[in-house]
């Protein structure tokens, strides 16, 4: 009988008690832990062999992990599993978008998520350069609830049996009983699926974006491909992921992913979102859009709002909200805001019209989603920018998105995200902003989290809301 030796991970945190709990939880789980507290001995260790994989915090005092990333990149293969909260990735883009061999750890985890990490980064390599999986979405998902009225169904639709298995259920043109209807209902089927060109034609918005389509074609297949793949790796490192029921992450996930496809075949959108992953000045803008995307969608779920057009709407609204950023100088769009100029300020407070120009410029956008990037940042106090409009006068989507902005803006400040820092958030809003902020919009992020709100936190929201639907 042979046994297998132990993998031995070699860990990399300057956090005792965190590099503590990562032995304990290693051991437990067959591995064989290395610990170390800098990049400098790591290297050291690493140059002496027999190490299978490296399990390393982003920062650290000495040699940080950028800097042992980069050291294992030239002088090995030994696998790296990167523990890191948004911040450090979207600081790190660069550098972690290189792939490879490298793999994330969105803190915080679970023992099971680490242990899926570290079985993934030692995974013998495939033939050829290993590369993120690039899978285009191939079917879209559809409420069932939206076949319910028994009207003609003009495409194939299917039901998902697995990740990647679909069943056609009805065929084009025959429709879908509403006995049948029913019957998935209950055994618990609550979306189906159309294939992605059909859905872009029910979508009504993308009919019209199939204007665009036409002269599409000059960008690489692979590039785009390689985008999406990226995309949902930003999704699935956006903060709170384990905060949040797992099933709506998903579904939320599945709505922003199939608005980035959706959008990535017209050449100008896709021009758009590359140049906001472009990184400036330490932020990546298209980090930060599609984790307002990704709260926009959760809360929209919370809301009920199941339509796929609205979904559409506000997926792309809050992906393209600060896209007049792009055409900022860099050193206003660093300024903290109470540090800049009259002047400052007022070029700063254009982006959201030079975002809706520029929306506006690519055919057939949906107005809706020019409002959302018009008005993300008015205020119920009637003195938001650019319009200073009264609460009754903002685009309610536009609302939505601009609770969704502040929210992400806050904990991008974070390092981790869990029920303390969320709760801490929270709070902050409802203090400062709770006048500039939409109650019911507040209401839905609140309920976002799979855990209680306080009811010192939630009770202003609650007062703000009554005191707004009431006298
Ligand atoms: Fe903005
Ligand atoms: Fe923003």
Redesign the pocket.
């Known amino acids: 009988v042979t046994v297998t030796p132990k993998k031995r991970v070699l860990v990399v945190d300057d956090d005792d008690t965190f590099r503590n709990g990562l032995k304990y939880a290693l051991m437990q789980s067959g591995y064989d832990p290395i610990l170390t507290v800098g990049g400098k001995v790591a290297q050291q260790l690493l140059e002496k062999g027999g190490i299978d994989v490296v399990l390393s915090d982003v920062n650290m005092p000495d040699g940080n992990g950028i800097e042992l990333l980069k050291f294992i990149r030239q002088s090995g293969t030994v696998p790296i599993v990167m523990m890191t909260g948004l911040k450090s990735l979207i600081e790190n883009v660069d550098v972690f978008r290189a792939g490879g061999i490298l793999h994330f750890l969105p803190k915080p985890f679970s023992r099971e998520t680490l242990v899926a990490a570290l079985e993934a980064a030692l995974a013998p390599p495939e033939v050829g350069p290993k590369l993120p999986p690039v899978e285009e979405v191939a079917y879209c998902k559809v409420p069932i609830n939206d076949f319910i009225s028994g009207k003609e169904v003009k495409y194939d639709l299917y039901v998902q049996l697995s990740d990647a298995k679909y069943v056609k259920i009805a065929h084009a043109g025959a429709g879908l009983p509403p006995e049948q209807i029913e019957n998935y209902r209950e055994r618990g089927v609550s979306h189906l699926y159309m294939t992605k060109g059909d859905f872009k034609d029910y979508l009504r918005f993308s009919v019209k974006i199939s204007g665009v389509l036409k002269d599409s074609g000059t960008i690489p297949r692979q590039r785009k491909l390689a985008f999406l793949s990226q995309t949902s790796q930003l999704l699935m490192a956006t903060m709170g992921s384990d905060q949040v029921n797992a099933e709506m992450m998903e579904q939320s996930r599945g709505i922003v992913e199939s608005a980035v496809s959706v959008l990535s075949d017209s050449d100008a959108y896709f021009g758009l979102m590359d140049l906001m992953n472009t990184r400036r000045g330490g932020d990546n803008l298209y980090a930060h859009s599609l984790a307002v995307s990704l709260y926009s969608c959760l809360m929209a779920n919370k809301l009920g709002w199941q339509s796929p057009n609205t979904l559409m709407y506000v997926a792309t609204g809050s992906l393209f ?2 896209i007049g ?1 792009k055409e900022l100088p860099e050193d206003i769009l660093r300024k903290p805001r109470m540090m800049q100029s009259n002047e400052e300020r007022s070029i700063f407070e254009s ?2 019209l030079r975002g809706a120009q520029i929306l506006r410029a690519v055919p057939d956008t949906p107005d809706e989603v020019i409002w959302i990037v018009q008005q ?2 008015e205020n119920e106090a009637g003195y938001g920018y650019p319009f200073r409009l009264r609460k009754g006068k903002i685009y309610p989507l536009a609302k939505l998105v601009a609770v969704a ?1 502040e929210f992400v803006d806050a904990v991008t400040r974070e390092e981790k995200l869990d029920q303390e820092v969320v709760l801490r958030v929270l709070h902050q809003m409802v203090k400062f902003s709770k006048d500039l902020l939409d109650p019911g919009m507040m209401a839905a992020l609140m309920s976002v989290f799979k855990f209680e709100i306080p009811a010192d936190i939630r009770g202003a929201i609650t007062l703000a809301f009554e005191r707004k639907n009431g006298a």
């Open positions: 909200h600060d950023k982006h959201s993300h940042h902005d």
